[in-house]
């Protein structure tokens, strides 16, 4: 019997992604969870054969999440399921241990594509991400300056970089301004920059946005 996690905050797409593996998987489990709390408790106390997981979580990353499953399951397959763009995400989710990562938009037999790979122990990556990855493997040596950032300073220079404010961010993040703030320092000092309109330039060059 096969045993799913969904974790997404958002009640609608939840249940879209619920539904699909219902349907491909009639006597199945398919649990869900809104946030860390609820994902953590699920993963030692179910037996569980995948997650399904959001990376816009309230309160933290779903990428710190994501490694914090690894840690304490390393074999339970993690499918990252997300609506930022694969060259936004998908190499630091697959280097954090992820089976795969899906745009929220794939078709209902590309996300069962994906789940039964990785049940399989195997990897889900598009074509594109696997260019990606083999890239920034081989230059390694020469990482792009936004490789330095942790997840969370990545996060929010994704939001700075799209035209977010502190405060805007701050709300989606669920974080105090001053923590943002903080954030937000560390990834100019990081980065070498000075102001947010260098780190947008910066992200259009790298298309990191558009």
């Known amino acids: ?8 905050d958002h009640p609608l797409i939840r249940r879209g992604i619920v539904q699909t593996l219902k349907d491909e998987f009639p006597d199945g489990i398919i649990t869900e969870a809104v946030d860390a709390v609820g994902t953590m408790t699920a993963v030692w106390e179910q037996g569980l054969d995948l997650v399904l997981l959001d990376l816009s979580l309230p309160g933290r990353s779903g990428l710190d999440l994501l490694k914090e499953i690894k840690s304490v399951r390393p074999k339970l397959p993690v ?16 280097r954090a241990g992820a089976a795969g990562y899906l745009s929220k938009d794939c078709p ?3 996300l069962l ?6 049940m399989a122990g195997g990897k889900f990556v598009t074509p594109e991400t696997a260019e990606r990855l083999a890239s920034e493997l ?5 990482k792009p300056s936004h490789e330095q950032l942790s997840d969370r300073e990545y996060d929010v220079f994704l939001r700075i970089s ?24 560390r990834v100019l000092q990081k980065m070498g920059k000075h102001s947010n309109a ?3 330039q910066y992200s259009i060059r790298n298309h990191l946005v558009e």
């Open 1 to 8: 019997m096969v045993r799913v996690l969904v974790v997404d």
């Open 79 to 94: 499918l990252i399921v997300s609506m930022h763009p694969e060259e936004q995400f998908a190499v630091r989710a697959l």
């Open 108 to 110: 209902p037999a590309t």
């Open 113 to 118: 594509q994906a789940a039964r790979r990785a």
């Open 138 to 142: 081989a230059a390694d040596t020469a």
């Open 162 to 185: 799209s035209g977010q404010s502190v405060s805007d961010i701050a709300n989606t993040l669920n974080l105090s301004v001053k923590t943002v703030s903080t954030y937000r320092t």
């Open 198 to 200: 260098e780190l947008i």
